[in-house]
């Protein structure tokens, strides 16, 4: 089983949908969270840290919960500029221990 | 504030060459990580070095490939002898102290391998 595992998509939204993302980890000592944004192979961005208690930045939200070991990430409102792939991410978070990225989910908002 | 700095941003070698990807990380950042991206795959995991340390190498290749980061100057990738495929592109990130938060990216170098 992969550590981190995302569906690849891609999901096809129109503009103004709303659109869901999970990601499932299977280390129960998994302790930070991300989601990144990729755009045609170009370098991974940080979009935003996960939190325990859910965070929420414009119109992106993101969950964490911890007993099914999975985070998600909602879009509202899509824009055509939110076209790309998403990757989750998660660290143990002790000292020098790496980032593990999902393979990403891709997604495509069309006018 | 210069980003993470990769060069170069394409490299093309013909198998069996040497091919040597440069990442100089932000300023004041003293840890850098090596993340290599196949064609539809995901980030993998490579190295993690701190100044003139290898401290995780578990997702460095057996043979062939090496890593540095010395007390002067950028951070080198090298890849012996390549293969097709090595062909991908390779990330290099930095952050501050230990630990992988908030891991900033540089913008890749895309090795073609001929």
């Known amino acids: 089983r992969k550590e981190v595992e995302q569906d690849p998509g891609p999901f096809n939204v129109p503009e103004g949908a709303t659109v869901a993302f999970n990601c499932t980890y299977s280390n129960s000592a998994s302790q930070s969270f991300f989601w990144y944004r990729q755009d045609c192979r170009k370098e991974p961005k940080l979009l935003m840290s996960?939190?325990?208690s859910g965070n929420e930045d414009g119109r992106f939200t993101a969950q964490l919960n911890r007993a099914s070991q999975y985070i998600s990430l909602l879009i509202r409102d899509s824009k055509l500029s939110d076209s790309a792939t998403y990757l989750c991410a998660v660290t143990r978070g002790s000292s020098g221990d790496k980032l593990t990225f999902g393979t990403g989910t891709r997604l495509a908002v069309r006018p | 504030n210069a980003g993470v700095m990769q060069n170069p941003r394409h490299l093309v070698r013909r198998r069996g060459q040497e091919a040597r990807l440069r990442c100089s990380p932000m300023?004041?950042?003293?840890?850098v990580y090596w993340y290599r991206q196949l064609p539809e795959e995901g980030l993998k995991f490579m190295v993690y070095?701190?100044?003139?340390?290898?401290?995780?190498e578990s997702g460095m290749p057996k043979e062939r490939f090496s890593a540095e980061f010395p007390k002067e100057g950028p951070s080198i990738l090298r890849i012996q002898q390549v293969v097709r495929g090595d062909s991908a592109a390779y990330f290099c990130?930095?952050?501050?102290?230990?630990?992988?938060?908030?891991?900033?990216f540089g913008s890749g170098t895309q090795l073609s391998v001929l």
């Open positions: 070095l701190q100044k003139e340390n290898i401290i995780d």
């Open positions: 996960v939190y325990s």
């Open positions: 300023k004041g950042h003293s840890h």
């Open positions: 990130a930095s952050s501050p102290g230990r630990g992988s938060e908030k891991l900033f």
